[in-house]
């Protein structure tokens, strides 16, 4: 019987192509696309300095990257 509810679950579980490396490229970036919020696709365009880049910070607003501060001091 435990086995039946595992493989009904894996069942229900929902389809994400952007997973699927077996599928071309575009359909993964199209998939994985519709599924973030605004403010997820905001945050994986946004870069903040490492010295603000707390893990809540991070998490809170989707950040996606921070620059290191030997990084910054390379530009100048």
Same mark, same amino acid.
């Given at each position: 019987?435990?086995?039946?509810?595992?493989w009904a679950t894996l069942a229900q579980a $929902?389809?994400? *192509?952007?997973?699927?490396a077996t599928k071309?490229? #575009?359909?993964?970036i199209k998939d994985l696309m519709s599924r973030m919020t605004? $403010?997820?696709? *905001?945050?994986?365009m946004t870069q903040i300095e490492? #010295?603000?880049?707390?893990?809540?910070?991070m998490k809170d607003y989707f950040i996606g990257k921070?620059?290191?501060?030997?990084y910054s001091l390379k530009k100048l």
């Open positions: 019987m435990g086995l039946a509810v595992i $929902e389809y994400m *192509i952007y997973k699927d071309p490229l #575009n359909s993964r605004l $403010e997820e696709k *905001i945050g994986q490492r #010295n603000v880049a707390s893990a809540e910070v921070h620059h290191s501060w030997f």
